[in-house]
């Protein structure tokens, strides 16, 4: 049996190709480098100048340590915005797409993937690029559309397990994973959510497609119903003009 697969492997390919291409860790770093630059540009830079030449230098000090803070605390916000499980996904990502580009893995010395892992990986990639495809400027509200997006959210982190077959560069050691034989259930139960938020998006997109021609046409009542009522308007000053020209 062969030791590995050198076929195409296009949803794996997709899933790196897509997640890598994300900021990965820039923010979590950036929080605490920026600060750091900008104490280290304003206090080895400008306050040397302060003491040697004129106090005006201050306030370049100041001014990078107030900017280095500022960018920091920007940065620190960015960095919560992605969860844990986003970071680790991507992380991993980048990991096996380095491995796949390594020459070993392209000259064909050794796989990137043992056969089970790249089995269970491609199926789970095609499975979590259907379901969580990248999100549209358009987001539903209410209970369902939470619940899709918290099912989505563990998608992410179960994907990021599932890439955990490859984490070991050994294909032995990604095989004694597989034969652990939690890869199975997990992936069965992201088919089960992929099913799940397919149903969701067919139910939304129904429900668009009805609620959409009433909105349309409240919409268009409302504005005939403005209008009539201005020409009724008109109607009873012409009127009113016509009887005052006879009783005059």
């Not at 104490?39 to 306050?47: E, I, S």
């Not at 306030?59 to 920007?74: C, E, N, Q, R, S």
């Not at 509200?141 to 955990?164: D, Y």
Request: charged share 20%; glycine share 6%.
């Amino acid at each position: 049996m062969r030791r590995g697969l050198d076929v195409n492997s296009p949803h794996i390919e997709a899933l790196i190709d897509r997640e890598s291409a994300k900021m990965m860790d820039g923010y979590h770093y950036a929080r605490w480098i920026v600060p750091l630059v900008g104490a280290a540009l304003g206090f080895g830079l400008f306050l040397p100048l302060a003491l040697t030449f004129h106090p005006a230098f201050l306030i370049g000090t100041a001014a990078f340590a107030i900017l280095g803070v500022g960018l920091g605390l920007t940065f620190h916000v960015l960095a919560r915005r992605i969860s844990p499980a986003q970071l680790a996904l991507r992380q991993r990502c980048l990991k096996l797409g380095y491995r796949m580009l390594s020459f070993r893995c392209l000259f064909g010395h050794q796989p990137a993937l043992s056969v089970g892992a790249f089995e269970l990986l491609e199926d789970a990639a095609r499975t979590y690029l259907a379901a969580c495809p990248e999100p549209s400027e358009r987001e539903h509200a209410g209970p369902a559309a939470e619940a899709a997006r918290r099912t989505r959210q563990e998608m992410e982190n179960a994907m990021s397990q599932m890439l955990a077959l490859a984490e070991p560069e050994s294909l032995d050691a990604q095989e004694a994973e597989v034969a652990n034989g939690w890869a199975v259930p997990l992936l069965e139960e992201m088919r089960a959510a992929a099913r799940a938020l397919a149903s969701q998006a067919r139910r939304s997109s129904l429900a668009d497609s009805i609620v959409t021609p009433r909105s349309s046409q409240a919409d268009l009542a409302s504005a005939r119903s403005e209008l009539e009522q201005w020409e009724a308007a008109e109607h009873e000053i012409e009127e009113a003009r016509v009887n005052d020209g006879a009783h005059s």
